[in-house]
């Protein structure tokens, strides 16, 4: 059986836990922030029709790009089910270095986009970037972490174990749309797909 917590106790744990994160959002941010040519990035939101969207959402990702100086929401969302032609489209209206794709209704922690740029300045030949996530225990209001494995391409053709948000490289993603069309939501996939091709374009952040 789980030992009760005193409401005090456990007030004095989550206060701390939010300092602790809110510090090192600042960590991250202020090391962005020194980078000599930091990227820039476009969050695009994926259309989930139909889907339930989670309270607060996109005030999360605000947050998020409120921590990077170069980054901001795309004025285009993307329905899922697209497809190739629209995607390749999207992604060539664009004018950033990096883009990341979120489904609307999921969010971002506050230092995500740092953590990416930072994350780039180690793997500068990234074209495809992804991380662990943090998923909803059921029945609850906490949430645990989702650890990924390290890329595989075989593994990725059998289980969409990314997951989003991922992040990708426009000059790299723009032009491998090119023969997606009429795959509808399987254009995303194939897209992340076939950035893979060379060493080190794919990183786990």
């Given at each position: 059986m789980e030992a009760r917590v005193p409401l005090e106790e456990s007030?004095?744990?989550?206060?701390?836990d939010e300092r602790a994160a809110?510090?090192?959002v600042r960590r991250l941010s202020a090391a962005?922030?020194?980078?000599?040519?930091?990227?820039?990035?476009?969050?695009?939101l994926i259309d989930r029709?139909?889907?339930?969207?989670?309270?607060?959402?996109?005030?999360?990702?605000?947050?998020?790009?409120a921590a990077y100086?170069?980054?901001?929401?795309?004025?285009e969302t993307l329905r899922?089910?697209?497809?190739?032609?629209?995607?390749?489209r999207l992604l060539r209206s664009l004018t950033s270095d990096?883009?990341?794709?979120?489904?609307?209704?999921?969010?971002?922690?506050?230092?995500?986009?740092?953590?990416?740029?930072?994350?780039?300045?180690?793997?500068?030949?990234?074209?495809?970037?992804?991380?662990?996530?943090?998923?909803?225990?059921?029945?609850?209001?906490r949430t645990i972490p989702l650890f990924k494995p390290g890329w595989s391409p075989d593994l990725f053709r059998?289980?969409?174990?990314?997951g989003w948000p991922v992040v990708v490289r426009r000059a790299d993603a723009a032009p491998a749309t090119d023969g997606l069309a009429g795959l509808g939501a399987a254009a995303l996939y194939e897209l992340l797909l076939r950035l893979h091709d060379r060493p080190g374009a794919v990183v786990r952040v």
């Amino acid at each position: 059986m789980e030992a009760r917590v005193p409401l005090e106790e456990s007030v004095r744990r989550r206060f701390e836990d939010e300092r602790a994160a809110s510090q090192d959002v600042r960590r991250l941010s202020a090391a962005a922030r020194a980078l000599s040519d930091p990227p820039r990035f476009d969050v695009v939101l994926i259309d989930r029709k139909g889907i339930p969207l989670s309270i607060g959402w996109r005030e999360e990702i605000e947050a998020a790009i409120a921590a990077y100086p170069r980054a901001a929401f795309a004025s285009e969302t993307l329905r899922e089910d697209a497809g190739g032609e629209a995607l390749g489209r999207l992604l060539r209206s664009l004018t950033s270095d990096f883009v990341f794709l979120v489904r609307a209704g999921d969010s971002l922690l506050p230092g995500a986009i740092a953590r990416a740029a930072l994350a780039l300045r180690e793997h500068p030949s990234a074209s495809l970037l992804y991380g662990d996530e943090e998923v909803p225990l059921a029945g609850t209001s906490r949430t645990i972490p989702l650890f990924k494995p390290g890329w595989s391409p075989d593994l990725f053709r059998s289980a969409f174990f990314t997951g989003w948000p991922v992040v990708v490289r426009r000059a790299d993603a723009a032009p491998a749309t090119d023969g997606l069309a009429g795959l509808g939501a399987a254009a995303l996939y194939e897209l992340l797909l076939r950035l893979h091709d060379r060493p080190g374009a794919v990183v786990r952040v």
